[in-house]
T-cell receptor
C-alpha cells in the first residue's frame, strides 16, 4: 500500500490563482516530511517539516505539517507560469535500523498564462 | 503499482572497497533509471541517467569511473561505488520511469544509506 499519497495528481490553473497541494502519509517512526519541485533534472528541495503547526514560508510558497492528522499542504499564491512543475512530497522514517525515504507520486501543476 | 526497490537499504564498508547498489522496478519495465545522491539540507543531485542496454549519461562533475552504472535489463540498474572513500558516504536514491522526455513521471526507490569508514 502507498505510504505517501499526494492529491490531486494533476492540476491546471491560470496565472494568479492560488493552489493547495496535499500530501498524506502513513508511517511509523516519522522523521520529517520534504517537499520538492521537479522541472527537468533533479528535484529541487523546497521545505523540510518536522514539527506540527509551524508554517514554513519561502516567497509565494508555504507549507505546514499536521502530525496528528498525518498530512501536509503546500500552498502557492499568485501562481506564475514558472511554477509549472511536478511537486513531490517525501517522508523520511526509520525502519529496521535504517532510514527510509518514500516519495509520493507527485502533483503535476500546470499554470497557464 | 509502480514500485521501485533498492538493495541494500543500508551498507557500511571500509575505505578502498567497492559497493554495489541495486535498483529494481518491481512491476513495470523502466526505460530509464536515474541515480541521485542526497546532500546535506536535503538537496538531491542527479548523478547519472541510464537507459537499458546503453551507456549511462553522467552529470558534470560525477566521475564515471568511480560510480559505475549498469542497466542490464528493463527492471534492473546497478550503481557500483568503486574504491569508496569516507566522502562518498551519503544517501543514494534511484528512480525509474517508463516515459522518456520532460516532464516525466518518476518512481523513486527507498534509498540506500552508504557509510564508508
Amino acid at each position: 500500500e502507498d505510504k505517501v499519497v499526494q492529491s490531486p495528481l494533476s492540476l491546471v490553473v491560470h496565472e494568479g490563482d492560488t493552489v493547495t497541494l496535499n500530501c498524506s502519509y502513513e508511517v511509523t517512526n516519522f522523521r520529517s516530511l520534504l517537499w520538492y519541485k521537479q522541472e527537468k533534472k533533479a528535484p529541487t528541495f523546497l521545505f523540510m517539516l518536522t514539527s506540527s503547526g509551524i508554517e514554513k514560508k519561502s516567497g509565494r510558497l508555504s507549507s505546514i505539517l499536521d502530525k496528528k492528522e498525518l498530512f501536509s499542504i503546500l500552498n502557492i499564491t499568485a501562481t506564475q507560469t514558472g511554477d509549472s512543475a511536478v511537486y513531490l512530497c517525501a517522508v523520511e522514517f526509520a525502519q529496521g535500523g535504517s532510514e527510509k525515504l518514500v516519495f509520493g507520486k507527485g502533483t503535476k501543476l500546470t499554470v497557464n498564462p | 503499482g509502480a514500485v521501485v526497490s533498492q538493495h541494500p537499504s543500508r551498507v557500511i564498508c571500509k575505505s578502498g572497497t567497492s559497493v554495489k547498489i541495486e535498483c529494481r522496478s518491481l512491476d513495470f519495465q523502466a526505460t530509464t533509471m536515474f541515480w541521485y545522491r542526497q546532500f546535506p539540507k536535503q538537496s538531491l543531485m542527479l548523478m547519472a541517467t541510464s537507459n537499458e542496454g546503453s551507456k549511462a549519461t553522467y552529470e558534470q562533475g560525477v566521475e564515471k569511473d568511480k560510480f559505475l552504472i549498469n542497466h542490464a535489463s528493463l527492471t534492473l540498474s546497478t550503481l557500483t561505488v568503486t574504491s569508496a572513500h569516507p566522502e562518498d558516504s551519503s544517501f543514494y536514491i534511484c528512480s525509474a520511469t517508463v516515459i522518456a522526455g520532460v516532464p516525466y513521471e518518476q518512481y523513486f526507490g527507498p534509498g540506500t544509506r552508504l557509510t564508508v569508514t
